[in-house]
C-alpha cells in the first residue's frame, strides 16, 4: 500500500503560491524607495517603512556595507553592488563615466578597460569595453575583488584618508600580510604618479589604473587597463599617459549625487 503522506507532500510544496517574507519585503522596500526617490533621508524611509527606527537602520547598515546603498550627506542612493549585476549580465549604466567613454579609451589603448568602484573592502566592477573572452568572464564571474589584489583597488585605496586607509591595512594584515606589505611598499609610487599596477595570473596579466575623480576632487571609481603582460608591460608608461588624460577629462564633469559612482 502506497503511504499517501510521503507522496503528497512534495506535491503539495510545488502547488503552494510565493509567500511574502517580513524581512525580505522591508529590505526591497527601501531599495525600491532608493530607486524612485534618489536621496532620500533615513527619516523618509522610516516614514515609508513605519517600521521602528532601529529596525530600519539595522536594514541600511547592512545594505551599505555590501554596496547595495550609498549614502552621500546623509542621504541614501543605489550603491555599485546594483550595477555589479547589470555588468554580469552584458549589461552598462550611465554616469559620470559612460559606455561610450571607456569604448573610447578601449580603442584608443588597443585593451580591456574595466570601471570599478569601492564597496566596503572589496572593488566592484560595473563596466567593461573590448575584454576578452576569458577577461570577460572572470569580471561577470566574480563581481567583488580584493582591494588589495586589484590595480583599480590600489588606485583607490590610496586616495583614502590617511586613517581610513590605515585602519583598512591593520585590519587585513592578519590574513593578507603579503599583499598589505607589498602596498605599503607601492604606496608612495601610486600617490606620485596617480597609477597603480598588478600583475595576475603567475605573471601572464598586467594592469594599469587610475582613480577617477568628481569635482569636488573626491575619488569615485577607478578604470583599469588589462590585457596580456607582454604586450602592456612595454608600453606601460604611454598607457599611463593615455588613461590619466582620459580619467582628468572625465572628472571635469557635473553630475548629480543619483548613484554611487
Known amino acids: 500500500m502506497t503511504d499517501k503522506r510521503k507522496t503528497s507532500a512534495p506535491a503539495a510544496r510545488e502547488r ?152 583598512f591595512l591593520r585590519r587585513h594584515k592578519a590574513g593578507e600580510a603579503e599583499m598589505v606589505e607589498r602596498f605599503l611598499e607601492e604606496y608612495a609610487g601610486i600617490r606620485k604618479s596617480r597609477i597603480a599596477t598588478n600583475v595576475r595570473r603567475r605573471g601572464a596579466r598586467f594592469a594599469i589604473a587610475a582613480a577617477v575623480h568628481n569635482q569636488s576632487g573626491e575619488a569615485v571609481a577607478a578604470v583599469t587597463l588589462v590585457g596580456a603582460t607582454v604586450d602592456l608591460q612595454p608600453r606601460a608608461k604611454k598607457l599611463a599617459q593615455l588613461l590619466l588624460r582620459h580619467v582628468d577629462a572625465w572628472s571635469q564633469r557635473s553630475t548629480a549625487p543619483r548613484e554611487a559612482i
Request: aromatic content about 8%; glycine content about 12%; charged content about 20%.
Open 16 to 167: 503552494r503560491e510565493p509567500q511574502n517574507h517580513r524581512t525580505i519585503d522591508r529590505v526591497t522596500r527601501i531599495l525600491e524607495e532608493v530607486v524612485y526617490n534618489p536621496g532620500m533621508t533615513f527619516a523618509e524611509l522610516v516614514r515609508a517603512l513605519g517600521a521602528a527606527k532601529s529596525t530600519v537602520h539595522g536594514f541600511i547598515g547592512g545594505l551599505l556595507a555590501k554596496g547595495w546603498l550609498y549614502e552621500n550627506n546623509h542621504r541614501f542612493y543605489l550603491g555599485p553592488a546594483v550595477y555589479a549585476l547589470t555588468l554580469a549580465s552584458g549589461q552598462i549604466r550611465a554616469g559620470l563615466v559612460t559606455h561610450a567613454d571607456l569604448l573610447a579609451l578601449h580603442e584608443e589603448a588597443g585593451v580591456a578597460v574595466f570601471l570599478g568602484v569601492m564597496a566596503g573592502d572589496h572593488l566592484i566592477y560595473i563596466g567593461e569595453a573590448g575584454s576578452d573572452h576569458d577577461t570577460g568572464f572572470e569580471a561577470r564571474s566574480n563581481i567583488r575583488r580584493t582591494l588589495l589584489d586589484t590595480a583599480g583597488g590600489k588606485a583607490l585605496l590610496a586616495e583614502l584618508p590617511d586613517s581610513d586607509r590605515g585602519v
